[in-house]
């Protein structure tokens, strides 16, 4: 049975996102399901299904259980799911596969951390050594920014990818942060004022990293036939799928090839589309080598060339593939598995023709595609406004 | 870089590795019927899922695949160890592992030809890590 057309995206919703200190984690997640609800007009009793990630900040131990008591919902399907950054495309595929099985009709995901104001920034670096292996990497004393570190190295010694080139990720990134009012940081920056931020783990300097957020995301996703009878124009699940192939970045069999390669050629074949197809990418950006390494798995730029196709700015609006509109993990906000969910809600916003300054003209078919741990579990999805 | 660091936990799966660390030996895990190392140790092997292995010692040498410089530290404990090198070693026998590498990070190369040393954290826990074997200097 394929998922194609199946299910289809109707509200979203944010929380206000940067430091919310007036908010819990749970706040922010509630804030995001509210708006997203109120969006898709519907009631709450008609949720019959939730899907949540984790939280560093406050760590239930059955968050999806506590997400429906703490927003007062009973559903039929229930669970919190951890794949890293992954996590917001790994839910939408499971919540199209319940929808399609008639497991459930309206599954409302939901993620949101108060990364920024509910810990210490020591806490936070603290926290994400979690992502190593705690026998065989951590006793090393690696930082999370430097397993990514590892990453952007070895593509530049494979591909000559340049500092410059990643550079120009993050300003690509800002400049379409400071066409969104929702944005955490807008203020341009350069490709000197990247160089010349202090570095984190070479090759990666504090402006080659991701933000630190208190952020949350909501989507309800129900079915195709359901979603045209609500408010918000339908976005279509017309592609989706997973590839998971380690978690270590020590057992990675390559670090410039990846499980994406796997699941955007299967999530392509699903939608029937091909990489040029698409008229704005969404790509998780928790460090600025990793849309470039996305870029060409996704066949969206050839075998080291999405680093110069970000230097001479065809990622930017009106250039010929808009990547991260909305300002990406890099400069609108990251929190946990709530960054990729961003990306998600940027796709659906740039597909309804709501983004104001920063709309793409004609955007009809957005891909999207998230990774958690170290390039290790890889989620594409291909979205679009008409079936 | 040795204060604060985060110890392993031998367990049933790696005590023998720590064991020989302890030794001043690197041993690698191998599969008794498909014959590949694998690291890091485990029950199955990952390639044909037999579950008979048997340990030999390495030799000691690899080549770094990749290497970051850690300059802001994972935790305050760690804060006057930076600058430090972390990277992924691939050892001639085949695997690759994660390590530091104890060397001025300006000589720090893709490529670079290393060792392995020792670092004894306590009477059980030495931990491995890697010096650059010196290039002989060209002619």
Not at chain 1, 133 to 142: C, D, K
Request: negative net charge; aromatic residues 6%; contains cysteine.
């Amino acid at each position: 049975m394929s998922l194609r057309n199946r299910a289809a995206i109707t509200g979203v919703g944010m929380s206000r996102v940067g430091a919310v200190p007036d908010r819990t984690g749970l706040g922010l997640a509630a804030e995001a399901a509210k708006n997203a609800v109120e969006h898709a007009g519907i009631g709450w009793d008609e949720i019959d299904g939730l899907l949540t990630a984790y939280s560093m900040t406050e760590r239930y131990f059955m968050l999806g259980s506590v997400m429906c008591e703490y927003l007062g919902i009973a559903p039929r399907y229930a669970a919190s799911m951890v794949v890293g950054g992954a996590t917001p495309g790994v839910m939408v595929n499971h919540a199209a596969m319940a929808i399609a099985s008639g497991e459930c009709s309206t599954v409302l995901i939901v993620i949101g951390e108060n990364r920024k104001t509910g810990q210490s920034t020591d806490e936070a670096v603290a926290a994400l050594t979690a992502v190593g292996h705690p026998n065989f990497e951590n006793p090393y004393g690696p930082s999370l920014p430097s397993l990514y570190g590892l990453v952007a190295q070895r593509h530049m010694y494979e591909h000559g990818t340049t500092p410059e080139q990643l550079a120009s990720v993050a300003v690509t990134t800002r400049y379409h942060a400071g066409l969104n009012p929702a944005a955490q940081m807008r203020t341009p920056i350069t490709v000197d004022d990247v160089l010349s931020s202090r570095y984190i783990a070479e090759p990666l300097h504090l402006l080659d990293c991701c933000l630190i957020s208190d952020a949350a995301g909501a989507i309800i996703v129900t079915s195709a036939e359901r979603a045209r009878d609500l408010a918000p124009k339908p976005v279509y699940v017309r592609g989706v799928s997973e590839y998971h192939t380690h978690e270590h970045v020590s057992m990675a069999a390559s670090l410039t090839s990846t499980g994406a390669e796997v699941s955007s050629r299967a999530a392509y074949r699903m939608a029937d589309v091909e990489p040029h197809d698409f008229d704005v990418a969404l790509l998780y950006d928790c460090f600025t080598i990793v849309p470039i390494i996305e870029m060409e798995e996704l066949g969206l730029a050839g075998r080291g060339e999405a680093g110069a196709f970000f230097e001479q700015g065809y990622a930017r609006i009106g250039g010929k593939l808009p990547v991260n509109t909305h300002g990406g993990m890099l400069s609108h906000a990251h929190a946990g598995a709530a960054g990729g969910l961003f990306h998600i809600i940027e796709a659906c916003q740039q597909l309804r023709g709501e983004c104001g300054e920063r709309q793409v003209a004609g955007a009809g078919l957005a891909v999207v595609h998230v990774e958690g741990g170290v390039l290790s579990s890889h989620c594409t999805l291909v979205l679009s406004n008409s079936r | 870089v040795s204060e604060g660091r985060l110890l392993p936990r031998p367990d049933a799966d790696t005590r023998l590795y720590w064991s020989g660390a302890a030794d001043g030996r690197l041993l690698l895990q191998y599969c008794a019927d498909c014959g590949k190392p694998r690291f890091y140790p485990r029950l199955l092997c990952p390639y044909c899922h037999s579950d008979e292995a048997r340990w030999e010692p390495a030799a000691g040498s690899g080549t770094i695949y990749s290497f970051s410089v850690v300059h802001r530290a994972p935790t305050p404990a760690l804060a006057a160890a930076v600058p430090y090198v972390v990277a992924l070693i691939e050892l001639d026998e085949g695997i690759r592992m994660f390590a530091n590498v104890t060397a001025d990070p300006a000589q720090v190369r893709i490529g670079r030809r290393v060792t392995v040393t020792f670092r004894h954290e306590t009477d059980e826990i030495a931990i491995p890590e890697f010096t650059l074997i010196e290039e002989a200097t060209a002619s």
